[in-house]
């Protein structure tokens, strides 16, 4: 996910991007007015609409887990 410079974690820390759970597209920053860019594990890179459900942003978080992206998140 995009972050801003101040909330970038160097991707060789064993560190993590400190996320507020009730406001995660507040947490994260992007250029766009209504879309972030988020990596995947896949090695994909989609556009992901900031007007997501909570849950549905919590489980982009999580690995793992079984849970199922909705296609209209992306």
Known sequence: M???AKD???WTKPD???VDPKDVPG???TPFR???LAGF???SV???RLGLEG???LALFRKSDGAQIPEEAL
């Open 2 to 4: 995009e972050v801003a």
């Open 8 to 10: 970038a974690v160097i």
């Open 16 to 18: 993590d991007l400190r």
């Open 27 to 29: 947490s994260l920053s």
């Open 34 to 36: 209504d879309k972030i």
């Open 41 to 43: 594990a896949d090695g």
């Open 46 to 48: 989609r556009i992901v």
């Open 55 to 57: 849950e549905t942003w």
